[in-house]
């Protein structure tokens, strides 16, 4: 997804891309909820605020946020800052519920932040000061914020299936971004793409739709009853891994210390699934 979308954002900007992505993936996914459920489960049923709630933080908040950043910045960078949901998720669970992780678990956190900060400072903090690429990391930051929020409205959504709890979310989250274009049109920091500029990136807008929103999203949000939350947040340590094969792939050189940042970034995270997995295995004996 981050490859694709850096290569498109020159073309489509930030506000339109994420609109383009959910207002079709909204509307497919109520088809889908309609087709599957019938049409009694496209009612809220008394959960319309939360399902608001979560929809703009999740969906507005990631779509908006991670491709400003990622205007700014490299995809690898965004790889490794989004790889850091799976500990804000431990912090936003902390934050919300006063479940306090481990000691284990924040060392593994303190670690990743390590990571990330050489990552996205190349080793030197006052060189990431220019250019830009700094905001853009901020910007990607708080849109995983963002995201590990949304993670923890399955709670809230007792008896919602994966795809209604997709469905019923991803229409705030896009009418959130709608009214985010608007306003960004209107002080003249984003534009409607021509025809022609949408012609030119059809094929990516089309993974955008049905790769990263639909099957994505709905895999994502299925996958986590079905694995548990350990193996779904281990899973997410593949994001800069993958990327990073991508861009090399594609021609992308890395430095020594972007690479030791990232392998301590997926290094910390895995040690903290293994360990959480240990501690659940002990307390089931």
């Known amino acids: 997804m981050l490859p694709v979308a850096k290569r498109t954002l020159p073309v489509v900007d930030a506000f339109a891309l994420a609109t383009f992505r959910y207002s079709i993936g909204a509307a497919l996914f109520l088809l889908l909820l309609a087709a599957f459920e019938g049409r009694g489960a496209l009612h809220y049923g008394g959960k319309l605020l939360p399902a608001v709630v979560f929809g703009v933080f999740g969906i507005t908040g990631f779509n908006v946020l991670v491709w400003l950043g990622l205007g700014f910045t490299r995809p690898e960078h965004a790889a490794v800052i989004l790889a850091l949901q799976t500990p804000l998720t431990a912090l936003a669970v902390w934050a919300a519920r006063r479940q306090r992780p481990a000691g284990f678990t924040l060392g ?18 006052l060189r990431a000061m220019g250019g830009g690429e700094l905001l853009g990391d901020a910007l990607v930051f708080f849109g995983a914020l963002c995201w590990a929020i949304y993670t923890l409205a399955a709670g809230n959504f007792g008896g919602w299936s994966p795809l209604r709890l997709t469905a019923l979310t991803s229409v705030p989250g896009a009418i959130g971004i709608a009214v985010a274009y608007g306003a960004a049109i209107g002080a003249g920091a984003a534009s409607v793409p021509g025809l022609e500029a949408l012609r030119s990136v059809a094929w990516q807008l089309v993974y955008f739709v049905l790769g990263s929103t639909v099957l994505g999203v709905l895999s994502f949000n299925a996958a986590v009853p079905r694995l548990g939350p350990l193996n779904s947040m281990l899973m997410l340590n593949f994001i800069p891994v993958g990327v990073f094969a991508i861009e090399s792939a594609l021609g992308r050189s890395f430095t020594a210390v972007e690479l030791s940042g990232a392998g301590l970034v997926v290094g910390a995270l895995a040690a903290n699934n293994l360990f959480l997995r240990q501690r659940s295995k002990s307390a089931i004996k």
Do not use: S, Y
Request: proline share 6%; with cysteine.
């Open 108 to 125: 593994c956190v303190a670690v990743a932040i390590a990571g990330v900060a050489l990552v996205v400072t190349q080793g030197d903090p």
